[in-house]
């Protein structure tokens, strides 16, 4: 799977027209970016999250795209939801591109790893710059039902 990394959408469009592209991927910053601003609150980036959501939904080249969580617990579920929601209504049953959410590598997050797949969401551990944190990531993907439990 090929991934071009960003949030414009017109760039990602230039990108699809390749058919060695299958999606895009993105995080904070190029979110930010991509709406003209340095940071965003919280519900400005869920709202060009699900717009990007939209997008993913109505373009029948996108088969696989990744949105970051900002944060943990709630929000990692509110922001999923809200982005199947807007998948749901753009897209058509013939078209249904596979949502990943990047999470960073913290126990909180690797805590979501179970809910967000039950909802129908694929699942990366994102930013592991350390061997612990890649072990923690590989271990969480085998025994999530063991992590929901300490």
Known sequence: MLLVDTAATTEI???LDNPAFSGF???PKLIAQAAGQ???S???YRL???S???FAGEDPRVRHFMIQTIDAGAQTQELASACLA???HAGSTAHAPALWIKLPPTLAHLRSINMLRRSGCKTLVTGVFTPAQAL???RSEEHTSELQSH
Do not use: G, I, W
Request: net charge neutral; with cysteine; glycine share 0%.
């Open 13 to 15: 469009r230039v990108a």
């Open 136 to 138: 923690l990531a590989m």
């Open 25 to 27: 991927t993105t995080n």
């Open 48 to 50: 060009f999250c699900e």
């Open 38 to 40: 340095d940071a965003l």
């Open 86 to 88: 807007q998948l749901a």
């Open 42 to 44: 919280y519900a400005a």
């Open 52 to 54: 990007l959501c939209r």
